[in-house]
């Protein structure tokens, strides 16, 4: 049976349909030009809430099954290297778009991926947005669930102002500074896979930032 969104998504929505609705109340006469604005923010909302489990699992693996066998076929090859692969959180490796609040289930196709990889040798990084001040939390939730983890990046408070995607490059520059070569970089945003210093990149479905 189809999952839908998890309290936290299913809060957001409702908050932003009263927005959404006041704004119609205060606007009733607004130019033409600002009810199209209005239209098409009800209707990319709309197509936002449609996104169901079944769907983004179904697609996700889908990506994985992608870079499975690129996975294979690089860390057979591999000898005299350190191997690593990046993998993001938050809707690549737990799935926190449907359940927000830990312990937060693994994201099951990358999960997959992540162990086999590093039964092979490959050490397996996570580089985040989220704050370090949850860096424990975190953690532990990754491991929880069976993820290995051989390094941890989360933003502290002055990289909160600062640009993401720059973030994530720089710690995936500083993996590399420690002698590992990034065979895979595994993200659902561009923020998350831009900016080089990986071999290949794979990216999971975010559904135009639906599943930030």
């Known amino acids: 049976m189809t999952r839908i969104a998890s309290r936290g998504r299913a809060a957001a929505t409702v908050v932003a349909t009263l927005v959404l609705g006041a704004a119609g109340a205060t606007q009733a006469h607004a130019a033409p030009a600002d009810q199209d604005r ?33 996975v294979q076929q690089r860390l057979a090859n591999s000898a005299g290297q350190r191997p690593a ?21 693994a994201v099951k196709p990358t999960l997959e991926l992540a162990q086999y990889a590093h039964s092979k040798g490959a050490a397996i990084f996570f580089v985040t947005a989220r704050p370090d ?65 990986a071999e290949r990149t794979f990216k999971l479905p975010d559904y135009d930032g639906a599943l930030d």
């Open 38 to 70: 209005s239209a098409a923010v009800r209707a990319q909302s709309a197509a936002a809430a449609e996104v169901d489990y079944d769907t983004w699992q179904s697609d996700v693996r889908k990506v994985i099954d992608e870079a499975r066998p690129y």
């Open 85 to 105: 692969i990046v993998l993001d959180i938050d809707n690549t490796s737990l799935e926190t778009h449907f359940q927000l609040f830990p312990p937060t289930p």
């Open 133 to 197: 001040l949850i860096e424990f939390v975190t953690k532990a939730n990754l491991q929880s669930v069976g993820y290995p983890v051989a390094g941890l990046y989360q933003r502290g408070l002055g990289d909160l102002f600062g640009d993401t995607a720059e973030f994530k490059t720089a710690k995936r520059a500083e993996i590399e500074g420690r002698g590992y070569t990034i065979i895979a970089n595994i993200g659902n945003n561009t923020t998350d896979l831009v900016g080089g210093h």
